[in-house]
């Protein structure tokens, strides 16, 4: 039965990724010259802007090479028409309002495992030119973790024959350097990233000069 | 012993909190004003010291709740 559903998963997951190369044709650019695709040396953890749930198929297809496991919210993660799909496919959910620590845990064994992980570090979808907030999980997990964090930017409307825009930035390594976290050190490396975010964005869109 | 421990974690939490006047009555978000950040900080430095998982923590009301909850799981005592 398991390899059935195994089975059954892979191939949504083949016409999901057919369906987001034919729909959203994803053209994805390195800051990193050199770079060719998203395997990178080592599991990293990447985050950017969240602009839309579509974003969710997007960056599992973009991230693919990088076996990224997709950090999301719980109250989706339950839902019955989604559900068996993404439990069949690499995703870890997160409660929003609790505080529970189980995706830390999973994630944190996900890049134990080689597995990278994406996170919106916004919480939600927002349509604003900048991203919203960054809440401090992702930085949590790269000192827990070890990981280096990788932030990405994506510009672009999801409609069909549309073209997404995607630029990945170079993976930043995390170190509270002996102090504890605090929830200082924590929103004031959330900012950085958002930040980062930002940059990237603007590179996208051709702002920065 | 589990309380003094945690009062190690709630001065790095919490610093702006007096350390001194925290007593296992006080409430985590009322009395100490912890909100969804610290509470999320406080699972996860109370689960690297005693490994110790939180399935939520908003379920635990008081500081004595918290000692308790890690008491149970590790055996150590309070």
Not at chain 1, 91 to 103: K, L, Q
Not at chain 2, 9 to 17: A, M, R, S
């Amino acid at each position: 039965m398991k390899i059935i559903a195994k089975f059954f998963a892979k191939t949504v997951r083949a016409l999901m990724t057919a369906y987001v190369y034919a729909a959203f044709k994803p053209k994805v650019r390195f800051c990193d010259k050199k770079r060719k695709n998203t395997r990178f040396s080592e599991p990293v953890i990447f985050v950017g802007n969240h602009t839309s749930h579509k974003d969710g198929i997007m960056t599992s297809v973009v991230f693919a090479k990088a076996k990224g496991n997709i950090v999301v919210a719980k109250d989706w993660y339950e839902k019955k028409k989604f559900n068996w799909f993404l439990r069949n496919n690499r995703c870890i959910p997160m409660d929003r309002v609790g505080t529970s620590t189980g995706w830390l845990k999973y994630s944190k064994e996900a890049l134990k495992k080689g597995e990278s992980v994406i996170l919106y570090p916004e919480g939600k979808t927002g349509k604003g030119e900048e991203p919203q907030e960054f809440k401090s999980g992702f930085v949590m997990l790269a000192i827990m973790s070890g990981a280096k964090v990788v932030p990405y930017a994506t510009v672009g409307e999801y409609k069909f024959f549309g073209r997404q825009k995607v630029l990945i930035g170079d993976p930043v390594s995390l170190s509270s350097e002996n102090k504890a976290l605090s929830p200082a050190y924590l929103e004031k490396e959330s900012e950085r990233f958002r930040q980062m975010v930002i940059d990237l964005l603007k590179e996208i869109r051709g702002e920065k000069k | 012993m589990i309380f003094d421990k945690l009062i190690e974690i709630f001065e790095n939490v919490i610093p702006e909190v007096d350390s001194s006047e925290i007593t296992p009555e006080s409430t985590l978000m009322e009395d100490l004003g912890l909100n969804s950040l610290t509470m999320m900080l406080l699972a996860v430095s109370i689960e690297d010291e005693y490994g110790v998982t939180f399935d939520d923590m908003q379920e635990l009301e008081t500081v004595g709740d918290v000692v308790e909850y890690i008491s149970e799981r590790t055996g150590e005592e309070n």
